[in-house]
T-cell receptor, first 114, second 110 residues
């Protein structure tokens, strides 16, 4: 079972460059999420998609855009990367956004912006 | 608004001794609460979840947590630590999305 698959696993960008992080899930989940993880700050929600065709901002959306391409795929785009966006990014999915629903996480993308 | 506070950023125990990782939550209604574990350079895995059924919740790998409404706590415990328990642990409150605590790094000494 693949679960949640993120690509790439590692990336180094120069300030001002753009890139898209890809995420796909094979569990037929309705909801998908992008988090960033920084030391001492836990995981913070960037954007989420409650269902195909919808997206909403989380805690830290500035500098990012997302696309829910279809039910399986949810991509995160950095239009003009900044050093403050150096982080580990996690994609997750859940059956729905109900409060008692477990989320399944990908292995993460470690992004460095120089 | 919902929030969660993990009271210790680092906990160190000896192998074979009990583990206690503390978590307090704030919620305007009865919350769903989770504990996730992250091993080094890995993704996150669900340990256990509370969803207003039994207040004592058993999870994987011998972990359990007790929901105490009067104390707004959801502390994670394990009777006997194993070296493989060394990881970062996150307490999470569920709304229409998951809100994470800042994490507790558990070290297990031989």
């Amino acid at each position: 079972n693949a679960g949640v698959t993120q690509t790439p696993k590692f990336q180094v960008l120069k300030t001002g460059q753009s890139m898209t992080l890809q995420c796909a899930q094979d569990m037929n989940h309705n909801s998908m999420y992008w988090y960033r993880q920084d030391p001492g700050m836990g995981l913070r929600l960037i954007y989420y998609s409650a269902s195909e065709g919808t997206t909403d901002k989380g805690e830290v959306p500035n500098g990012y855009n997302v696309s829910r391409l279809n039910k399986r795929e949810f991509s995160l785009r950095l239009e003009s990367a900044a050093p403050s966006q150096t982080s580990v990014y996690f994609c997750a999915s859940s059956e729905r956004t109900a409060m008692n629903t477990e989320a399944f996480f990908g292995q993460g993308t470690r992004l460095t912006v120089v | 608004a919902q929030s969660v506070t993990q009271l210790d950023s680092h906990v160190s125990v000896s192998e074979g001794t009990p583990v206690l990782l503390r978590c307090n939550y704030s919620s305007s209604y009865s919350p769903s609460l989770f504990w996730y574990v992250q091993h080094p350079n890995k993704g996150l895995q669900l340990l256990l979840k509370y969803t207003s059924a039994a207040t004592l919740v058993k999870g994987i790998n011998g972990f359990e947590a007790e929901f105490k409404k009067s104390e707004t706590s959801f502390h994670l415990t394990k009777p006997s630590a194993h070296m493989s328990d060394a990881a970062e642990y996150f307490c999470v409150v569920g709304t229409n999305k998951l809100i994470f605590g800042t994490g507790t790094l558990l070290a297990v000494q031989p």
